[in-house]
């Protein structure tokens, strides 16, 4: 795929806005850059734009949304929509479907909501879920800290007649209920230990716990029920920003947020199982999906039903359910990066379950030996050292940061570029609304019929899902007749809903047949009777806020 940039490394955040800003001057027809919000850290979160402007007002188009590092730590994600607006800049003109994508639709693009957050992760040895603003700080206890002064943060392991692991030959194992002799090891994460009182060792809860995808308005829960929730919804400048632009941003059908890690791709509902949700938009998930699995292998599952593995205590809060369950917009978060699959333990996404330990130790031996093998400069032996707290240890393992949670550089390139895929596969799903036919007919002297047929050409329906219609956010599509006076109908019509063909019901028939059945309307006429000179030049506008707009014009 053509870009104008190398994406060969993770990108800070002086690096990201030198390139959105070039790109906007080189390509300012195509793309525009603004600021949502800016951060504790006085950092921008970028906004881009990309469509043509001769073509109208981004605002009167259909619109596709994407956005990345809605957690710290989640880089991949940003830096597959970087390549995306890169792609899509670079490739303007110059291939056919970049070009009409730009022409008839809109994108937008967040591609790093938290910048503090994620400056500290990609300059510090820290990892942290969304932002570093201390939350809900402990005062005692054991709290990372680079102890060995390697840039990364690892593992330590101390003898302790009360530890509850026992190292073995390939590295450690649980120790048994019965086991009363022998060596024992504690095993923590690398830090030091506050306020020690010499015996027992406290964990701290992470010092940036703020989770920004619980801080969102549908199923936010406090702290107490939620971990990282915030003091209330939307409490994160960030997080506000964010949601205000898709409410300036009507025209929004369809939406993409990209995080790490896993391997799969994600649909709302997430705190309802999916069969109490409406059947037409689970069916337009699945069929979307497909085109996801297809460009990046990733299966395509409902939350709630076979992500969630504690259904009574889920996790919510999260953008993509605020997006359809408030907003009646498609969401989709994509989690990069399947690490489980190349060391050969493919997740069952259908009949996932709790790993057992012996699984879990599994696990964790083969992502050494994959890390010894595929990027050996993420991983330590255990080397001995002194502990300011806690005395003689080890310290060792591997770089959970650029191994589990993002792929190691040289991976990277497999991540975004079958994810920009699935994008411009994805953002060619949206409604479109289109004058097929205009027509007049002579009445009598100055006065004339004139028909029109308006159509959605998209896949969606010109409401977006069934949901908006439940939520009664959807718009009728209208219909402007200009330049003539109306003696039968009106100025501007509304004609109701245009479906897309995702409403046709096909199927391969038992028999060997294929079928197409009835379907509600994908087109519809608009008459009305005018009084006009001959000569006259008639102008028809049909517009809907999330399938965008078309104009037609005829001489009487």
Same mark, same amino acid.
């Given at each position: 795929?053509?870009?104008t *940039?190398?994406?060969?490394?993770?990108?800070?955040?002086e690096e990201?806005?030198?390139?959105?800003?070039?790109?906007?001057?080189?390509?300012?027809?195509?793309m525009?850059?603004?600021?949502?919000?800016?951060?504790?850290?006085?950092?921008?979160?970028?906004?881009?734009?990309?469509?043509?402007?001769?073509?109208?007002?981004?605002?009167?188009k259909?619109?596709?949304?994407i956005?990345?590092?809605?957690?710290? !730590?989640?880089?991949? !994600?940003?830096?597959?929509?970087?390549?995306?607006?890169?792609?899509?800049a670079?490739?303007?003109?110059?291939?056919?479907?970049?070009?009409?994508?730009?022409?008839?639709?809109?994108?937008?693009?967040?591609?790093?909501?938290?910048?503090?957050?994620?400056?500290?992760?990609?300059?510090?040895?820290?990892?942290?879920?969304?932002?570093?603003?201390?939350?809900?700080?402990?005062k005692?206890?054991?709290?990372?800290?680079?102890?060995?002064?390697?840039?990364?943060?690892?593992?330590?392991?101390?003898?302790?007649p009360?530890?509850?692991?026992?190292?073995?030959?390939?590295?450690?194992?649980?120790?048994?209920?019965?086991?009363k002799?022998?060596?024992? *090891?504690?095993?923590?994460?690398?830090?030091?230990?506050?306020?020690?009182?010499?015996?027992?060792?406290?964990?701290?809860?992470?010092?940036?716990?703020?989770?920004?995808?619980?801080?969102?308005?549908?199923?936010?829960?406090?702290?107490?029920?939620?971990?990282? =929730?915030?003091?209330?919804p939307?409490?994160?400048?960030?997080n506000? %920003?964010?949601?205000?632009?898709v409410?300036?941003?009507?025209?929004?059908?369809c939406?993409?947020t990209?995080?790490t890690?896993?391997?799969?791709?994600?649909?709302?509902?997430?705190?309802?199982p999916?069969k109490t949700?409406?059947?037409?938009?689970?069916?337009?998930?699945?069929?979307?999906g497909?085109?996801?699995t297809?460009?990046?292998?990733?299966?395509?599952?409902?939350?709630?039903?076979?992500?969630?593995?504690?259904?009574?205590?889920?996790?919510s809060? %999260?953008f993509?359910?605020?997006?359809y369950?408030?907003q009646g917009?498609?969401?989709?978060?994509?989690?990069?990066?399947?690490?489980?699959?190349?060391?050969?333990k493919?997740e069952?996404?259908?009949n996932?379950?709790?790993?057992?330990?012996?699984?879990?130790?599994?696990t964790?031996?083969?992502?050494?030996?994959?890390?010894?093998?595929n990027s050996p400069?993420?991983?330590?032996?255990?080397?001995?050292?002194?502990?300011?707290q806690l !005395?003689?240890?080890? $310290? !060792?393992?591997f770089?959970?940061?650029?191994?589990?949670?993002?792929?190691?550089?040289?991976?990277?390139?497999?991540?975004?570029?079958k994810t920009?895929?699935?994008?411009?596969?994805?953002?060619?799903v949206?409604?479109?609304i289109?004058?097929?036919?205009?027509k007049?007919?002579?009445?009598?002297?100055? $006065?004339?019929?004139?028909?029109?047929?308006?159509?959605?050409?998209?896949?969606?329906?010109?409401?977006?899902?069934?949901?908006?219609?439940?939520?009664?956010?959807?718009?009728?599509?209208?219909?402007s007749?200009?330049? %003539?006076?109306?003696?039968?109908g009106?100025?501007?019509?509304?004609?109701?809903?245009?479906e897309?063909? %995702?409403?046709?019901?096909?199927? *391969?028939? *038992?028999?060997?047949?294929?079928?197409?059945?009835?379907?509600? =309307?994908?087109?519809?006429?608009?008459?009305?009777?005018?009084?006009?000179?001959?000569?006259?030049?008639?102008?028809?506008?049909?517009?809907?806020?999330? =399938?965008?707009?078309s104009?037609?014009?005829?001489?009487?």
């Open positions: 795929m053509k870009t *940039y190398c994406f060969d490394q993770y990108f800070d955040y990201m806005t030198s390139m959105l800003k070039s790109l906007c001057e080189k390509h300012s027809d195509i525009s850059l603004t600021s949502i919000c800016t951060t504790v850290e006085k950092r921008e979160v970028w906004a881009v734009e990309l469509t043509n402007k001769k073509t109208g007002n981004g605002l009167a259909p619109a596709f949304y956005d990345g590092n809605t957690h710290a !730590g989640e880089m991949t !994600g940003s830096m597959a929509a970087l390549h995306t607006i890169d792609v899509l670079t490739g303007y003109q110059e291939y056919v479907e970049i070009t009409k994508l730009l022409d008839e639709n809109v994108i937008y693009v967040i591609p790093r909501i938290t910048p503090d957050g994620a400056e500290t992760y990609l300059k510090t040895p820290y990892s942290l879920r969304s932002v570093n603003r201390s939350y809900l700080k402990e005692e206890g054991l709290t990372q800290e680079d102890v060995d002064n390697d840039g990364v943060l690892r593992m330590m392991r101390f003898k302790d009360h530890g509850a692991w026992v190292k073995t030959d390939s590295f450690m194992r649980k120790r048994m209920p019965d086991e002799e022998g060596e024992f *090891y504690s095993v923590y994460a690398e830090g030091i230990v506050e306020n020690f009182d010499g015996l027992n060792v406290k964990v701290q809860k992470p010092k940036w716990g703020l989770d920004f995808n619980r801080n969102y308005p549908f199923g936010w829960f406090c702290e107490v029920r939620q971990p990282g =929730a915030g003091a209330y939307l409490s994160n400048p960030e506000k %920003a964010v949601v205000d632009f409410l300036a941003h009507p025209n929004i059908s939406v993409a990209h995080h890690s896993g391997g799969v791709i994600l649909y709302p509902p997430g705190t309802k999916e949700a409406h059947s037409f938009d689970m069916k337009v998930y699945k069929e979307i497909k085109m996801g297809a460009e990046m292998g990733y299966e395509t599952i409902n939350i709630f039903d076979h992500f969630m593995l504690d259904q009574a205590n889920y996790s809060g %999260a993509d359910d605020w997006c369950e408030n917009i498609y969401a989709y978060t994509i989690e990069l990066w399947d690490l489980k699959n190349r060391i050969g493919k069952d996404w259908t996932r379950k709790m790993d057992s330990d012996e699984e879990k130790l599994d964790y031996l083969k992502t050494i030996e994959w890390v010894k093998e400069e993420a991983y330590k032996e255990f080397t001995p050292f002194v502990h300011p !005395g003689e240890g080890e $310290v !060792g393992g770089n959970y940061k650029f191994v589990v949670q993002n792929p190691p550089k040289h991976l990277l390139k497999q991540e975004y570029e920009t895929k699935f994008m411009l596969r994805y953002a060619k949206l409604p479109q289109n004058i097929s036919s205009l007049s007919e002579f009445i009598s002297e100055g $006065v004339y019929k004139i028909e029109a047929v308006i159509e959605n050409k998209g896949y969606l329906p010109t409401y977006g899902s069934q949901n908006a219609k439940s939520l009664k956010i959807d718009e009728p599509v209208k219909v007749l200009m330049h %003539a006076k109306c003696l039968m009106k100025n501007i019509e509304e004609i109701g809903d245009l897309g063909f %995702a409403c046709i019901r096909s199927d *391969y028939s *038992y028999y060997g047949h294929i079928s197409t059945g009835s379907a509600p =309307a994908i087109q519809k006429n608009v008459e009305w009777i005018v009084e006009a000179e001959p000569g006259t030049e008639i102008k028809v506008l049909a517009f809907h806020p999330r =399938a965008g707009k104009l037609k014009t005829m001489m009487l």
